[in-house]
C-alpha cells in the first residue's frame, strides 16, 4: 500500500488497520487525511483477503472533527463546489465491514466519521459530541441524519443544538456504540470482532452490510423487499452450502467466500 502522511495502515489476518496519526491536531480531518483515509479504505475493498477493516485513532483522540484552521478561511463555492470531505462519501460506501475503534474525543466531523462506520466500540476515554453550532455551522458530514438514526430525534436534536459533549456510558446508553471496553483492552476488543466478522463468508458479509445500510437509506418496505432478494440470492452460494453443512455435520463451516 502506498506510503500515507496522516495516517498508518496494516494487515494482521483477514483484518486490514487503518490508524489516524495526526497527533499534532488531534487527528483533525484535513484534506490530505480524508482522501488518503478513502484511499486506503478502497485498497482494502478491492483486496478479497481482507474481511474486515478496523479504524481507529490514539489514546487522545478518535478524531477531534473537521480541521478547523484549514476550514476557516474556506467559501461557500468552495464547500460547495470543490467540497474537500467529498471522499469521505466514497469512505462510507466501501463493502467492507468497518469498526470504529474509538479512543478519546470522537467531535463533529470525528464523531460523524464514526458513524459513517458500522460498529463503534469505544474505549471508557471516548467523548462523543457534534460541537459544530459553537463554531457557527451545522454538522456537515452526517450528523443531523445518522444521529437521529442512531440515537433518536430528541436526543440528537438536544445533541446537536446545544453541542454537548457525552461520555462512552452515555453513549452506549443511547445507543450509539455498541460496546464500551477499558481503554487498555480496545484494540484486542476490536481484533477479536474484526476477526470474527473476517472469518465469515466475505460474499455474506458484504451482503449482510449492503441489507443494513438499506435499512438506513429506504423505506421499511424497500427495505424489506431488498432483504427478500439478497437472501434469496445467498442460496447460490458455494458458503451458503457450506454454512448449512457444516450444521448438520456438527463442525466449523469452511468458507471459500464463493
Ligand atoms: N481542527 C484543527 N485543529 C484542532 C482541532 C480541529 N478540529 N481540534 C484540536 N486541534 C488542535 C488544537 O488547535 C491544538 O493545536 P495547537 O497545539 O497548535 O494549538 C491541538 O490540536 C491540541 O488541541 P487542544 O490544545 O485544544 O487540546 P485540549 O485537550 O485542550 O482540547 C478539544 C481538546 C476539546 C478536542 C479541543 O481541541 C477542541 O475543542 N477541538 C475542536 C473540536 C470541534 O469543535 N470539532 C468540530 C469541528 S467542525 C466539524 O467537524 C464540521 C463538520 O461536521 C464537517
Known sequence: MTDFSTLRTEVRGRVGWITLDRPEALNALNSTLVRELASAAAAFDADEGIGCIV???SDRAFAAGADIKEMETQSSRDMAIDNPFAPLEQFSRVRTPVIAAVAGYALGGGCELAMACDIILAADSARFGQPEVTLGVIPGLGGTQRLPRAVGYYKAAELVLTGRMIDASEAERIGLVSR???AADLLTEAETMATAIAAKSLPVIYAAKEALRASQETTAAEGLRFEKQTFAAMFALADQAE???????KRSPDFTHR
Open 55 to 57: 479504524l481507529t485513532g
Open 243 to 249: 454454512g448449512m453443512a457444516a450444521f448438520r455435520e
Open 180 to 182: 464500551v471496553v477499558p
